[in-house]
């Protein structure tokens, strides 16, 4: 138990060592001229060779989706109904503060589109799905999921949206928030009347069925109960 304490502990104390990284490099002249600039100018040149990947805008969501879907399959400690609660309040959470955040800062972005740039929306969104996957499933299915996340946050860089310092502060947002759907879970069990799988007495599932039509097609056939 002391062991986890100072885990816990150490961990926030990362993810407000990593923020204030971010945060600093927005105003001071130093961390821009050599940290963001230089590899600004680094992914504008690979850019101009390999073109434009948007990919990133269909990426930052798979850490949640698959969050969802393995909890939807009755994979996990938690319920389906508890998924649901605790990706919400991970949601709403990042979502307040990464628009809070871009409001307040109005940094100009690396292609000059807009003052919205501190921190990282699609970092944020992607690091949040990640350290959920992480939490419920476990450090080996939080690696990859993670390894997914940084490949988002890489290209916001390569397609030229975001500054380094940014990547840093949405990635530790993703993260508070997963911890804070979490932490906020006991209360929605009581406010909300949501039963743990103890309490339920029944698993939630998943049934997918193919089956065969008229005209020669095929399909799939969905039954879910929770």
Same mark, same amino acid.
Request: glycine letters at 12%; one cysteine or more; proline letters at 4%.
């Given at each position: ?10 961990? *926030? ?10 945060? #600093? ?5 130093? @961390?821009? +001229? %050599?940290? =963001?600039?230089?590899?600004? +100018?680094?992914?504008? %040149?690979? &850019? ?6 948007? $990919? ?10 698959? @969050? ?5 399959? =009755?994979?996990?400690?938690? !319920?389906? /109904? ?21 409001? #307040? $800062?109005? +940094?100009?972005?690396? +292609?000059?589109? *807009? ?9 944020? /969104? ?7 996957? !992480?939490?419920? @499933? ?20 390569? =397609?030229? !949206? ?19 759907? @979490? ?5 929605? !069990?009581?406010?909300? &009347?949501?039963? /743990?799988?103890?309490?339920?007495? &029944? ?24």
């Amino acid at each position: 138990m002391e062991l986890g304490r100072h885990l816990e502990l150490g961990r *926030a104390i990362g993810i407000g060592v990593v923020f204030t990284a971010g945060a #600093i490099g927005v105003d001071w002249g130093f @961390y821009h +001229d %050599n940290i =963001n600039t230089p590899i600004k +100018d680094f992914a504008d %040149n690979l &850019r101009d060779k390999y073109g434009h990947w948007p $990919i990133d805008d269909v990426l930052q969501y798979a850490p949640s989706a698959v @969050y969802m879907g393995l909890g939807a399959m =009755n994979m996990g400690n938690l !319920r389906f /109904t508890e998924h649901i609660a605790v990706a919400t309040t991970a949601w709403l959470t990042m979502g307040v503060l990464v628009n809070s955040l871009k409001y #307040i $800062i109005a +940094d100009m972005r690396p +292609d000059e589109t *807009a003052r919205n740039s501190f921190p990282s929306g699609h970092t944020a /969104t992607a690091f949040m799905g990640a350290e959920l996957i !992480r939490i419920e @499933y476990g450090p080996w299915c939080g690696a990859g999921a993670y390894a997914l996340a940084t490949g988002v946050a890489l290209m916001r860089l390569y =397609n030229g !949206r975001h500054w380094a310092n940014d990547l840093l502060g949405g990635a530790t947002i993703g993260i508070f928030s997963a911890h804070i759907g @979490y932490m906020m879970l006991p209360l929605e !069990r009581k406010w909300f &009347r949501i039963k /743990t799988r103890e309490e339920s007495g &029944r698993e939630a599932s998943l049934v997918i069925l193919p089956f065969a039509g008229s005209n020669n097609t095929l399909g799939l056939s969905l039954a879910m109960e929770f």
